[in-house]
Nanobody
Framework: QVQLVESGGGLVQAGASLRLSCVAS????????MGWFRQIPGNEREFVAA????????YYADSVKGRFTISRDRLTNALYLQMVSLRPEDTAVYYC?????????????????WGQGTQVTVFS
Protein backbone atom coordinates (compact mmCIF):
# COMPACT_ATOMS: atom_id res chain seq x y z
CA GLN A 1 0.00 0.00 0.00
CA VAL A 2 1.46 3.31 -1.09
CA GLN A 3 1.12 6.37 1.08
CA LEU A 4 1.74 9.87 -0.22
CA VAL A 5 2.54 12.86 1.98
CA GLU A 6 2.70 16.37 0.57
CA SER A 7 4.43 19.37 2.09
CA GLY A 8 5.57 22.84 1.14
CA GLY A 9 2.29 24.71 0.90
CA GLY A 10 1.80 28.09 2.49
CA LEU A 11 0.50 31.64 2.38
CA VAL A 12 2.38 33.84 -0.10
CA GLN A 13 1.96 37.08 -1.95
CA ALA A 14 1.28 37.14 -5.68
CA GLY A 15 4.51 36.81 -7.64
CA ALA A 16 6.19 34.63 -5.04
CA SER A 17 7.42 31.07 -5.44
CA LEU A 18 6.77 27.83 -3.62
CA ARG A 19 8.08 24.32 -3.97
CA LEU A 20 5.76 21.46 -3.14
CA SER A 21 7.12 18.07 -2.23
CA CYS A 22 5.50 14.66 -2.10
CA VAL A 23 7.13 11.57 -0.65
CA ALA A 24 5.83 8.09 -1.32
CA SER A 25 6.25 5.28 1.18
CA UNK A 26 5.15 1.69 1.41
CA UNK A 27 6.52 0.57 -1.93
CA UNK A 28 8.37 2.05 -4.85
CA UNK A 29 6.41 4.16 -7.31
CA UNK A 30 9.23 4.47 -9.83
CA UNK A 31 7.36 2.40 -12.41
CA UNK A 32 4.31 4.69 -12.42
CA UNK A 33 3.53 8.14 -13.62
CA MET A 34 2.80 10.77 -11.00
CA GLY A 35 0.90 14.00 -11.00
CA TRP A 36 -0.27 17.08 -9.17
CA PHE A 37 -3.89 18.16 -8.98
CA ARG A 38 -5.56 21.00 -7.15
CA GLN A 39 -9.00 21.65 -5.80
CA ILE A 40 -10.96 24.56 -4.37
CA PRO A 41 -14.16 24.00 -2.36
CA GLY A 42 -17.16 23.31 -4.54
CA ASN A 43 -15.08 22.52 -7.62
CA GLU A 44 -13.83 19.30 -9.13
CA ARG A 45 -10.21 18.31 -8.77
CA GLU A 46 -8.21 20.02 -11.52
CA PHE A 47 -5.17 18.65 -13.31
CA VAL A 48 -2.02 20.70 -12.81
CA ALA A 49 0.99 18.67 -13.99
CA ALA A 50 2.11 15.10 -14.61
CA UNK A 51 5.35 13.26 -15.18
CA UNK A 52 6.02 9.84 -16.66
CA UNK A 53 7.67 7.03 -14.74
CA UNK A 54 11.03 7.81 -16.33
CA UNK A 55 10.72 11.51 -15.68
CA UNK A 56 11.39 12.30 -19.32
CA UNK A 57 7.85 13.28 -20.30
CA UNK A 58 5.99 16.08 -18.55
CA TYR A 59 2.55 17.55 -19.05
CA TYR A 60 1.01 20.78 -17.81
CA ALA A 61 -2.34 22.48 -17.65
CA ASP A 62 -2.40 25.55 -19.86
CA SER A 63 -3.00 27.74 -16.81
CA VAL A 64 0.36 26.83 -15.25
CA LYS A 65 2.52 26.22 -18.31
CA GLY A 66 5.70 28.27 -18.11
CA ARG A 67 5.28 28.94 -14.38
CA PHE A 68 5.21 25.47 -12.80
CA THR A 69 7.76 22.69 -13.19
CA ILE A 70 7.16 19.09 -12.18
CA SER A 71 10.02 16.75 -11.43
CA ARG A 72 10.65 13.49 -9.65
CA ASP A 73 13.44 11.62 -7.96
CA ARG A 74 12.96 7.93 -8.67
CA LEU A 75 15.56 6.89 -6.14
CA THR A 76 13.91 8.63 -3.21
CA ASN A 77 10.30 8.14 -4.35
CA ALA A 78 9.79 11.90 -4.32
CA LEU A 79 7.75 14.22 -6.51
CA TYR A 80 8.14 17.98 -6.71
CA LEU A 81 6.27 20.95 -8.07
CA GLN A 82 8.23 24.17 -8.40
CA MET A 83 5.81 27.07 -8.68
CA VAL A 84 6.91 30.59 -9.63
CA SER A 85 5.02 33.78 -10.40
CA LEU A 86 2.12 32.59 -8.28
CA ARG A 87 -1.27 34.18 -8.80
CA PRO A 88 -4.33 34.43 -6.55
CA GLU A 89 -6.13 32.00 -8.88
CA ASP A 90 -3.51 29.36 -7.97
CA THR A 91 -5.02 29.23 -4.48
CA ALA A 92 -6.19 25.67 -3.79
CA VAL A 93 -5.40 22.47 -1.97
CA TYR A 94 -2.72 20.68 -3.97
CA TYR A 95 -2.67 16.88 -4.12
CA CYS A 96 -0.05 14.52 -5.44
CA UNK A 97 -1.07 11.20 -6.89
CA UNK A 98 0.32 8.06 -8.46
CA UNK A 99 -0.99 6.89 -11.80
CA UNK A 100 -2.18 3.42 -12.74
CA UNK A 101 0.11 3.70 -15.76
CA UNK A 102 3.74 4.35 -16.58
CA UNK A 103 2.98 7.36 -18.72
CA UNK A 104 1.95 10.77 -17.47
CA UNK A 105 -1.81 11.21 -17.57
CA UNK A 106 -4.03 14.24 -17.15
CA UNK A 107 -7.28 12.76 -15.88
CA UNK A 108 -7.98 12.12 -12.21
CA UNK A 109 -9.54 8.75 -13.04
CA UNK A 110 -6.11 7.51 -14.14
CA UNK A 111 -4.73 7.88 -10.62
CA UNK A 112 -5.32 5.41 -7.83
CA UNK A 113 -3.42 6.78 -4.84
CA TRP A 114 -3.72 10.28 -3.43
CA GLY A 115 -2.06 12.29 -0.72
CA GLN A 116 -3.92 14.29 1.90
CA GLY A 117 -3.18 17.62 0.22
CA THR A 118 -1.33 20.80 1.11
CA GLN A 119 -2.90 24.25 1.09
CA VAL A 120 -1.51 26.97 -1.15
CA THR A 121 -2.93 30.44 -0.65
CA VAL A 122 -1.82 33.36 -2.81
CA PHE A 123 -2.96 36.87 -1.91
CA SER A 124 -2.70 39.99 -4.03
Amino acid sequence: QVQLVESGGGLVQAGASLRLSCVASGRTVSNFGMGWFRQIPGNEREFVAAVSSTGRETYYADSVKGRFTISRDRLTNALYLQMVSLRPEDTAVYYCATSKFAGGTTTAQSYNTWGQGTQVTVFS
